[in-house]
């Protein structure tokens, strides 16, 4: 049995500090409570407009995350360049649009290869894993295979956003075909966005996707019952539906 692997995201921690631009809530702090609770990993997207992490986000955290820190980031030489110089052990490529509320879709890789490529070899050749952010498509899988790239995260946000059972069986269809599809390509596939407590467990229980990056979820919980709750009752649910207990 695969072990599932659990990322948070902390960036909505730095979304209540930068509301009132105080210097707390900390993500660091966050992020060190979830690291002792049992997460495996810890993100962290780095938006063109700071709207929450901000650079003294990154460059603290690159130092002071035990487990493995992912950075989330556009296609763009800044970004590029701030990865390579505080080498994170994860990037993730994501589309990014200014306008936007929050990740609506997956990285165009089909459209973009030769760009995305070009980033790829320059984070990987600053010793970093890249993953791709992509829905769950077979040519952007093959354009993600194609652009040297060793992980994707495939893009949950349809699944989570579905309006009924039916497009919600119909979803899940899609990432569990796209996450074996992904894995027999050779790639190693994660998942994520708009994960949530209730559901959670048809994602966790797919035998391909190594890990699952969630951050709103477990902050909104953690504003009721704390972080170090909050993040091992994701933890207990996702390992329950791997081991097929849940
Ligand atoms: C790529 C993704 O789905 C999220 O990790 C991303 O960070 C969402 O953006 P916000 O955190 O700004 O909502
Ligand atoms: N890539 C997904 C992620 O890091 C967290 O997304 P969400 O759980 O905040 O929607």
Known sequence: ????????????????????????????????????????????????????????????????VQTRLN????????????ACEHKPHFVCLVPEKREELTTEGG?????????ITEAVTKLTDAGILVSLFI??????????TASGAPFIELHTGHYADAEDEAEQQAELKKIAAAASYAADKGLKV??????????????AAMPEIIELNIGHAIIARAVMVGMDAAVREMKTLMVQARQGEA
């Open 1 to 64: 049995m695969s072990e599932i692997l659990l990322g948070v995201n902390v960036d909505h921690i730095a979304t209540l500090r930068q509301a009132r631009g105080t210097t707390y809530p900390d993500p660091v702090l966050a992020a060190g409570i979830a690291e002792m609770a049992g997460a495996d990993g810890i993100t962290i997207h780095l938006r063109e407009d700071r709207r929450h992490i901000v650079d003294r986000d990154v460059a603290i955290m690159s130092q002071t």
């Open 71 to 82: 950075l989330e980031m556009a296609v763009t030489d800044e970004m590029v360049a701030i």
């Open 107 to 115: 990285l165009d890789v089909v459209g973009n290869l030769e760009k």
């Open 135 to 144: 829905d769950a498509d077979d040519e952007q899988i093959d354009a993600s």
């Open 190 to 203: 994660n998942a994520g966005h708009g994960l949530h407590y209730h559901n959670v467990l048809p994602i």
